[in-house]
């Protein structure tokens, strides 16, 4: 695993000792197969975990990140060249996210904010100026607060994960 970034939990951060290691997190690139468990935990816990993979997931211009709490992974995203016809007209070069998930005990801390970023940084790397993903309804305000808009305010369903709206953000 590569280490992008270090980073200090938000609601810790008035007690942030750099000497207590607890308080940090690092955001690494992860394997598709370090996602699966997450992803099942959070986004798919009706179904077992070899039934979590992602059409694309292994394609070479994928990629995973991940945030680590002490050594234990805590936090994933997925990213991959997929382009959705609602935003061709903005550019048909496009990287959608996909398996955005924190677990339960991290949340509100800025880790998924801290995942997104640096999702959204390696896609500027890649030369690519387009980033969607489909948000569930329960996640838009996580999206809109990191500068991401609907392409409609109309959600539209998905069988497994109900109401999602489609929502991008232009590099
Ligand atoms: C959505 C999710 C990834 C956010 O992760 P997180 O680590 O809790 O988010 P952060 O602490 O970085 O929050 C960043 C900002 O988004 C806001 N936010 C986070 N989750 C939110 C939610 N569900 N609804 C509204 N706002 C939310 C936070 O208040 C924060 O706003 P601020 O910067 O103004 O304080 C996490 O809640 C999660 O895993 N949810 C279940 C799975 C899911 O819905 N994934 C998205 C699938 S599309």
């Known amino acids: ?46 179904l077992a975990v070899d039934q979590c993979h992602f059409d694309g997931d292994l394609n070479e211009a994928t990629f995973h990140l991940g945030a680590l709490v002490d050594g234990t992974l805590i936090g994933i995203a997925t990213m991959m060249r997929d382009a959705s016809p ?22 509100d801390q800025g880790i998924g904010r801290a995942i997104l970023d640096n999702c959204i940084e390696e896609v500027r790397q890649r030369d690519c100026n387009l980033f969607w993903c489909n948000a569930r309804e329960t996640a838009a305000r ?21 109401p999602h709206f489609v929502m991008y953000k232009q590099l």
Do not use: W
């Open 142 to 162: 996580f999206y809109t607060a990191a500068g991401f808009s609907k392409t409609s305010e109309t959600t539209f369903d998905i069988p497994t994960a109900g």
């Open 86 to 107: 609602e935003l061709a007209a903005i550019s048909s070069d496009q990287f959608r996210l996909r398996g955005m998930a924190v677990l339960p005990g991290h949340r």
């Open 1 to 46: 695993m590569r280490v992008l970034k270090i980073g200090a939990r938000k609601s810790l951060l008035k007690s942030y000792d750099p000497l207590n290691q607890p308080n940090l997190y690092t955001i690494n690139n992860i394997s598709a197969a370090d996602t699966l468990s997450i992803r099942q935990q959070v986004l798919r816990p009706n």
